[in-house]
């Protein structure tokens, strides 16, 4: 329930009926939808070429590059909307308020752990006894699920950080992917992340966006009640924020679930049993970091790109802000270096 207060008759400056506060009030608990791997009425199969793992269900195929873990195509009938896979993220561009403390040299590991994960391995499981299913076997006997389940988990080394980070793809006979991160084995010293998250890529026409959690406008952690939440769209255009200076920005948070679609409606939709966080931009999460010292570029700098580049978050730390010249966002706001885990879906709108 919203409450909004605005004035009842005009005074200096200011005229009748002006908002002048609101506020929102939750009156039942969100019930997230539920991804099911129970067996519904369709199997999956799936094959091995060279360095490709495909799965495919009625209506829809994946593939995974086994040699470096990556899923590369998701196809609900409409191509390949992928340009690039899932990847796992603990940078954001850095902000003013960041170079006030030194982000860029103090959480240097996690812009590390981005850049220079090792993959260590894939591994499949699928049928009713969830055993592990040889991949080299694939290429001369590919494998049906009668169950509908199967999982990929891809491995990689964090070596900034020491620590490791799995990303495990459990895909059901309807198409739908649950994936979740799992960040696991940090060294004690490490610093906080900026960052927990997945970034991938996805085809340009695909730009309408709608979401359920806080909007319109962009919102951080402890930026955020201003942003009430509700049932949001836009385009991906609309959800950049030209700061003068180009810098992360952009971000959603308290997200319950978010859809990107083109102009048939063709797309996916992303849900969570947890509130999450969300960006997306026609450009890359590099285009607007400044690197380890302020350049004074513009928002004519930053050029439009042919795709749809998107973030699904645990969560992103605070702006901070309380002063611009050495104070880390509150406490509250930071993000531990410990092990963490979170899940999303991914599912097919047709």
């Given amino acids: 329930m919203n409450g909004y207060a605005t004035l009842s008759e005009e005074a200096p400056l200011i005229p009748n009926d002006h908002l002048m506060a609101y506020e929102q009030f939750q009156l039942?608990?969100?019930?997230?939808?539920?991804?099911?791997?129970?067996?519904?009425?369709?199997?999956?199969?799936i094959s091995s070429s060279e360095n490709t793992i495909s799965i495919s269900g009625k209506?829809?195929?994946?593939?995974?590059?086994?040699?470096?873990?990556?899923?590369?195509?998701?196809?609900?009938?409409?191509?390949?909307?992928?340009?690039?896979?899932?990847?796992?993220?603990?940078?954001?561009?850095?902000?003013?308020?960041?170079?006030?403390?030194?982000m860029p040299k103090l959480l240097a590991p996690w812009?590390?752990?981005?850049?220079?994960?090792?993959?260590?391995?894939?591994?499949?499981?699928?049928?009713?006894?969830?055993?592990?299913?040889?991949?080299?076997?694939?290429a001369e006997n590919p494998f049906t699920a009668n169950n509908g389940k199967i999982k990929i988990t891809s491995s990689y080394d964090l070596p900034s950080v020491e620590g490791k980070i799995s990303i495990v793809y459990e895909i059901n006979d309807k198409g739908e992917i649950r994936v979740t991160?799992?960040?696991?084995?940090?060294?004690?010293?490490?610093p906080i992340l900026p960052r927990f998250g997945n970034n991938f890529t996805i085809r340009d026409e695909y730009q309408q966006v709608a979401w359920y959690g806080r909007g319109p406008h962009e919102n951080y952690s402890d930026r955020k009640t201003s942003a009430l939440v509700g049932n949001y769209s836009a385009s991906v255009s609309e959800l950049y924020y030209p700061y003068i200076r180009p810098?992360?920005?952009?971000?959603?948070?308290?997200?319950?679930?978010?859809?990107?679609?083109?102009?048939?409606?063709?797309?996916?939709?992303i849900f969570s049993p947890i509130l999450f966080g969300f960006s997306a931009h026609h450009q890359y999460n590099d285009d607007f970091d400044p690197g380890e010292t302020k350049q004074q570029r513009?928002?004519?700098?930053?050029?439009?790109?042919?795709?749809?580049?998107?973030?699904?978050?645990?969560?992103?730390?605070?702006?901070?802000?309380?002063?611009?010249?050495?104070?880390?966002?509150?406490?509250?706001?930071?993000?531990?270096?410990?092990?963490?885990?979170?899940s999303y879906v991914i599912r097919p709108m047709h």
């Avoid at 590390?112 to 040889?134: C, N, W, Y």
């Avoid at 799992?182 to 490490?190: A, H, N, Y």
């Fill in 298 to 342: 513009h928002t004519f700098d930053i050029i439009k790109r042919e795709l749809v580049n998107i973030n699904i978050d645990y969560r992103q730390m605070g702006v901070g802000g309380d002063n611009s010249w050495g104070n880390l966002p509150l406490e509250k706001y930071q993000i531990r270096a410990q092990d963490l885990n979170y």
């Fill in 247 to 269: 810098q992360e920005n952009g971000n959603r948070t308290d997200i319950r679930k978010v859809r990107f679609i083109n102009k048939e409606g063709r797309g996916i939709e």
């Fill in 59 to 102: 209506g829809f195929e994946v593939h995974f590059d086994n040699s470096t873990g990556e899923l590369t195509t998701l196809d609900y009938g409409n191509g390949n909307i992928l340009l690039s896979g899932i990847k796992a993220n603990f940078w954001r561009a850095t902000i003013d308020n960041d170079f006030g403390y030194n």
């Fill in 28 to 45: 039942t608990s969100y019930e997230p939808d539920i991804f099911s791997l129970d067996n519904t009425e369709n199997g999956l199969s």
């Fill in 111 to 138: 812009r590390e752990a981005t850049t220079t994960q090792k993959f260590s391995g894939l591994t499949v499981t699928g049928g009713s006894a969830a055993e592990v299913i040889d991949v080299l076997q694939l």
């Fill in 181 to 190: 991160n799992d960040l696991s084995g940090l060294d004690e010293e490490v």
